[in-house]
């Protein structure tokens, strides 16, 4: 007779954009409930959590949730300078955590939550997707099979219309969001020390505008290869969303670029470029009322793997609390070396 799975029961902290996507997601995931919401905006929250299959009330704080209900795990959603309260309330109440990332605006408040939960035993993840995103996850495992030589070089791009959906316009306040540098960027500076391990050394330039660091332009070295990474959210609105990476090894070279449609290519030695196999997504049993989650990728891969800890009860060992601090200390690297650009 098969086991029956507990029901792993959900407190989800801000039912904003990326919070509506882990509704969808927790709704396809079987064995996933969402109990309870945190929001300012209640009714719209309800309305929306209800919509995309999770009915839920929704409380204006996480210690009012904490006291309705009872739950196995919060995932912190909030605006970024929101994430420390939070995801050590939800440490200190003994609960396991999800994270978006940035895990937080500094080091310091990065190093108290690490401290929280070491000293609560918590399972942790943060929302640090590309190590969970099909072709970045492909490109690490290309690089681990040693099939194209050594990598020489290793370019990573990301960029965005100017981000306008958040509340009172928090992406654009520096104290709340860190500015592109720390909303934007750090994915592929995550992605870095995911593949790369840190760097030997680190050059950058920045462009502020009055959203705070709103370019980054950086330059890694490691032995005998060289990273850059770009990322910024200074394009026009409708200008839209590019993330792409190219790895130049001896004897191939793999490339993706979200923008052509073409997905992972890989051009190896005297033949045609050709598309490099990525495993897509598998969305589980259920489908969320609002779409097909496989379409959700990385998203979808790194709340099934939380979910997954969850029930083993073992520590997630991709995208830690550490990483992200870690990510979080280099960023900031980052910004303060390329401080002096005034745009
Ligand atoms: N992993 C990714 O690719 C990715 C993508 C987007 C956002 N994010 C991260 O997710 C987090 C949330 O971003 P978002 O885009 O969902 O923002 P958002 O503005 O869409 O949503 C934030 C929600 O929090 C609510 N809120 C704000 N302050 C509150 C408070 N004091 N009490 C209760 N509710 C409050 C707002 O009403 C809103 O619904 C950020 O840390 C962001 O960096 C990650």
């Known amino acids: 007779m098969m086991k029956e799975e507990k029901q792993l029961r959900g407190i989800l902290v801000g039912c904003g954009f990326m919070g509506g996507m882990h509704a969808q997601i927790y709704h396809a995931l079987p064995g996933v409930e969402i109990v309870a919401g945190v929001d300012g905006r209640i009714p719209e929250s309800e309305e929306k959590l209800a919509k995309l299959g999770c009915p839920a009330p929704v409380f204006a704080s996480l210690s009012e949730a904490l006291a309705a209900v009872e739950c196995d795990f919060v995932d912190v959603c909030l605006p970024t300078h929101q994430h420390k309260g939070n995801a050590v309330e939800a440490i200190e109440a003994g609960k396991a955590l999800f994270c978006e990332k940035p895990l937080a605006l500094s080091v310091e408040e990065a190093d108290a939550i690490v401290e929280a939960a070491e000293r609560n035993g918590t399972l942790a993840q943060v929302g640090h997707c590309l190590r969970f995103w099909p072709e970045y996850m492909r490109l690490i495992e290309y690089h681990k099979s040693g099939d194209g030589g050594q990598l020489l070089s290793l370019n990573l791009i990301r960029r965005a219309g100017r981000p306008d959906y958040g509340i009172d316009n928090w992406l654009n306040n520096e104290d709340q969001s860190g500015g592109a540098a720390l909303d934007l960027h750090i994915h592929d500076t995550d992605f870095v020390l995911a593949m790369l391990g840190q760097p030997k050394s680190i050059e950058s330039k920045v462009t502020r505008d009055f959203s705070g660091p709103v370019h980054v332009f950086s330059l890694m070295e490691y032995d005998g290869l060289i990273v850059s990474s770009e990322g910024g959210w200074n394009y026009p609105k409708k200008w839209g969303f590019q993330m792409a990476f190219q790895a130049v090894y001896e004897n191939a070279v793999l490339d993706f670029d979200s923008s052509n ?41 790194e709340l099934k793997y939380f979910v997954k800890c969850l029930r083993s009860g073992e520590a997630p060992a991709i995208a830690t609390l550490q990483d992200a601090r870690d990510t979080l200390a280099l960023t900031l690297k980052e910004i303060e070396l390329g401080e002096g650009v005034k745009v």
């Open 261 to 301: 449609g073409k997905g992972l290519m890989i051009c190896e030695g005297e033949t045609e470029p050709r598309a490099l196999d990525v495993v897509q997504t598998d969305a589980g049993e259920s489908q969320s009322g609002e779409g097909n989650v496989s379409d959700l990728g990385g998203y979808l891969n």
